[in-house]
């Protein structure tokens, strides 16, 4: 027997998501058949919902209900102070730590040569216009410690070398919690050159 | 199943899943393989720093022999060329010759040369200061470690010494042609004595001493125009990192 239409229509919307295989999508679909009306109607409303109400804040590029976002629109916020982060993503767990009080600017992405992903991609060229027009003292670059976000790194704090403000990198070294004797050589190293008079 | 342990080079190294991570190396005893490593992508892997491009590691990995993808066991940094990365121009010159090697160089295939070529390549890219020079002698290079080597002592049509006067260089036929030659088949390009001999020098001097080929002006761009169009006609397109090289000097 084939299976219905609009079992199928599921399926093939399903499989289209990231991490989902055809098994999963086989069984999402069987949890929502025997789920109420009301669930489903809810599961969809959701997902209308973020592409209805969604948008990115075109000061910090950043996922937002409301354009400025609620961070870039506090008064309360440091607004000398940028942290530069390369996805949306990372703007919620710089703020789920709690201590970060400056703004944030989202690249949307890291420059990598070897997948031909150049600065016109990202929105590298907004923050510089952002450091231009703005009084600010200090960019923190919080990209990933690997070689594209290392290397974005340094891209960003030579095309702001220009500009009078004070230009820094999150630190890279051993993590909290672990264990010299495991650590490699380029970690232990990155560890030495960052080390802080106590 | 076998177990394999051999130098290596990170070409690639691309997140698969939540957790771990692909690999893309070449190595010296086997060639080009590519490699799963477990948990790679965790804060706290055993796999730390060495999984990044350029790294030149020690691994151990294991799977059947013939297969496609491997299971990475251990990595151990040898050189991590810190002072490529520091540096824009070296690093993307750096990913360049990673970028050769991963579209030339197939699966499988011990190429021991290569490999050879790559350190040699990375290790003169963090010394040197000729980074041209340098490029130029790595397009070559691995063209000739694939068995295209151009024909530059005489000339491919008649089979006589190029002499002096205005030569010219076919990429089809992959070599010289002398004066008379080059008027009558009129190849691709056009080259000078100079850059002749100098190409001649390019194909056996060391990868460390490339800092000894001194391009006069004009010359660069005639070489390049051989070199880097030897490899776009084997390869059919442009390599993704070449535009990097060219943006980085406007900064
Ligand atoms: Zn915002
Ligand atoms: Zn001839």
Same mark, same amino acid.
Not at chain 1, 63 to 81: F, G, Y
Not at chain 1, 94 to 119: A, C
Not at chain 2, 162 to 177: A, C, I, M, Q, Y
């Given at each position: ?33 025997? *789920? !109420? ?14 592409? +209805?109400?969604?948008?990115?804040? !075109?000061?910090?590029? !950043? ?84 070689? +594209? *976000?290392? !290397? ?24 909290? *919690? ?14 030495? +050159? ?5 | ?251």
């Amino acid at each position: 027997m084939k299976r219905p239409a609009a079992v199928t229509e599921l399926l093939e919307e399903l499989k289209r998501l990231p991490g989902i295989g055809p098994k999963t999508a086989e069984r999402l679909s069987f949890f929502l058949m025997r *789920g !109420s009306e009301d669930q489903a109607r809810r599961l969809a409303q959701a997902i209308i919902h973020i592409k +209805e109400k969604i948008v990115l804040c !075109s000061q910090c590029h !950043s996922i937002t209900d409301k354009d400025p976002c609620e961070i870039c629109s506090d008064p309360n916020r440091d607004r000398s102070t940028l942290c530069v982060v390369e996805e949306p993503h990372d703007v919620y767990i710089f703020e789920n730590m709690g201590h970060f009080k400056g703004q944030y600017h989202v690249l949307m992405g890291v420059i990598s040569p070897l997948d031909g992903v150049g600065p016109p991609d990202l929105t590298i060229d907004d923050l510089k216009r952002r450091v231009e027009q703005n009084n600010l003292k200090e960019v923190i670059l919080a990209t990933n410690p690997d070689m +594209e *976000g290392e !290397s974005t790194a340094l891209y960003i704090a030579k095309l702001l070398k220009p500009y009078n403000v004070k230009i820094s990198r999150i630190a890279r070294g051993l993590p909290v *919690g672990g264990d010299i004797e495991f650590a490699d050589s380029v970690t232990l190293q990155k560890s030495l +050159e960052g080390r802080m008079e106590l | 199943m076998g177990l394999y342990k051999t130098p290596g080079i990170v070409l690639r190294s691309m997140d698969l899943g939540e957790k771990d991570k692909l690999v893309t190396l070449m190595t010296e005893k086997f060639g080009k393989i590519k490699c799963v490593a477990k948990s790679a992508r965790r804060m706290k892997s055993r796999f730390g720093a060495s999984l990044e491009p350029l790294s030149y590691v020690h691994i151990l990995y294991f799977g059947k022999e013939y297969q496609t993808l491997y299971q990475l066991n251990q990595a151990d940094i040898r050189k991590s060329f810190q002072h490529i990365r520091e540096n824009l121009d070296k690093l993307y010159r750096g990913l360049y010759f990673v970028e050769l090697i991963d579209s030339l160089v197939t699966e499988g295939h011990p190429e021991p040369q290569l490999f050879d070529l790559l350190l040699e390549g990375l290790e003169t890219l963090q010394e040197g200061n000729d980074l041209e020079p340098l490029c130029r002698l790595f397009e070559l290079r691995i063209m000739a470690g694939l068995g295209y080597t151009p024909r530059l002592d005489l000339c491919i049509s008649c089979k006589l010494d190029p002499g002096p006067g205005e030569l010219g260089f076919s990429f089809l036929r992959k070599g010289v042609l002398c004066g008379p030659c080059t008027r009558k088949y009129q190849p691709e390009t056009r080259i000078t004595p100079g850059t002749l001999n100098t190409l001649r020098r390019m194909l056996s001097i060391e990868i460390r001493n490339s800092s000894r080929l001194k391009f006069p002006r004009g010359m660069e761009e005639e070489i390049g125009a051989i070199t880097r169009r030897m490899v776009l006609a084997h390869l059919g397109r442009e390599l993704r990192t070449y535009a990097f090289i060219k943006n980085m000097a406007l900064v």
